[in-house]
């Protein structure tokens, strides 16, 4: 057997790069947060091995379908460590989890997160839970738990990734999605708060490495700081969407992220039918015209990796068109009739942009 060495004293967890006191400290500050992220079904508080979560309720339910849905930030989180902004990346990391849920109809229930850091600052880790708390507060859904882990050796002392579980409801007969898709069906589209959370290592190719562009650089496109602009949060449609299928009769919803609008569209047309998506019925918010002309980025290229203005697209039947904008405007949601869905016919893609966007 090699031989130990008693140099420098016994081998500790902290001497390896664990701080347990700095962990214990980062939960009492996030404390206050998870507090406000709860629904009455919620069983306990912070601190348990497990969130517990009363499903008595699903008695009201006849045929209740639980829904789940994983997801992180991807490489935004690179925007939040060099600014040292940290209470908004939780926004994105719920909307990319909460708004995937609700695409079936889902409503979302609760929420579990995983923060993994080089070492643990406790006002940073508290941060980042509070813009998840209040993330999901903004979805109606409930942080019951979470881990932060730190992996000293693995990550620098000042990296830091997220990553988010959710679990949602909803009544089978009321199940959204590709069946309920019929020709003559109107695609409404939900505008995007800026690039949400996709599309971020080209987005950081094209403006840092190419372009040499810093994070204090004022752009006039944008009216403030480059920094500001990429950090902005997610927009989060759960409780929109929601609303929404109270009021009209939807038929599907589409979660544009990773992909493009295209390419997650066609997750939800059927086969035998196309939706033809008009570019002109839109401006793209600036930010994406700067990035392609920042770097000669092709059209194709931009619209297969980012959102171009589009955070959500609902499929309802034109009788429920006038209502669905009407339900949207009334809650504070810039939406508008974007295509429409027809036979397929001889095409072989299941949806095609039309048109070049609005100037």
């Not at 902004?85 to 939780?90: E, F, K, P, S």
């Not at 708060?193 to 599309?199: A, C, D, I, K």
């Not at 086969?271 to 002309?293: E, Y």
Request: proline share 4%; hydrophobic share 45%; aromatic share 6%.
């Amino acid at each position: 057997m090699p031989e130990t060495s008693p140099v420098g004293g016994g081998a500790s967890y902290a001497a390896a790069g664990v701080d347990i006191e700095a962990g214990d400290r980062a939960v009492e500050l996030m404390k206050e947060w998870v507090k406000k992220a709860t629904r009455p079904e919620v069983v306990g508080g912070l601190g348990g091995f497990a969130g517990l979560f009363d499903a008595s309720v699903l008695k009201r339910y006849d045929r209740p379908l639980l829904a789940s849905a994983t997801d992180g930030v991807g490489t935004k989180v690179d925007i939040a460590r060099r600014l040292g902004v940290y209470d908004t990346i939780g926004h994105d990391l719920v909307g990319m989890v909460v708004d995937d849920l609700v695409v079936c109809g889902a409503e979302p229930l609760f929420m579990t997160d995983y923060i993994c850091v080089g070492k643990v600052y406790p006002e940073r880790v508290a941060a980042i839970v509070k813009g998840i708390a209040e993330g999901c507060v903004l979805a109606g859904c409930a942080l019951v738990g979470g881990e932060t882990a730190e992996h000293p050796g693995l990550l620098g002392a000042d990296d830091f990734d997220v990553a988010g579980a959710g679990t949602g409801v909803v009544e089978a007969d009321r199940l959204l999605g590709a069946e309920r898709i019929r020709p003559g069906d109107v695609a409404i589209a939900m505008e995007s708060s800026g690039l949400h959370s996709n599309g971020y290592s080209l987005v950081r190719h094209v403006l840092f490495d190419r372009a040499g562009w810093s994070l204090d650089r004022e752009v006039a496109e944008f009216g403030r700081t480059l920094g500001e602009e990429l950090l902005e949060p997610t927009k989060i449609y759960a409780l929109d969407c929601l609303a929404l299928t109270r009021t009209a009769e939807v038929h599907a919803y589409s979660h544009i992220t990773g992909g493009g609008l295209a390419n997650n569209l066609a997750r939800v047309i059927p086969d035998g039918l196309h939706a033809t998506i008009d570019r002109s019925t839109w401006t793209p918010d600036p930010v994406f015209d700067v990035v392609g002309r920042a770097g000669s980025v092709e059209r194709a290229e931009l619209e297969k990796t980012l959102n171009m203005g589009v955070g959500m697209i609902a499929i309802v039947p034109q009788e429920s068109v006038d209502v669905a904008l009407t339900t949207l405007a009334d809650r504070g949601v810039d939406a508008w009739v974007a295509g429409e869905i027809t036979e397929r016919g001889d095409r072989a893609e299941a949806v095609t942009l039309t048109g070049d966007y609005a100037s």
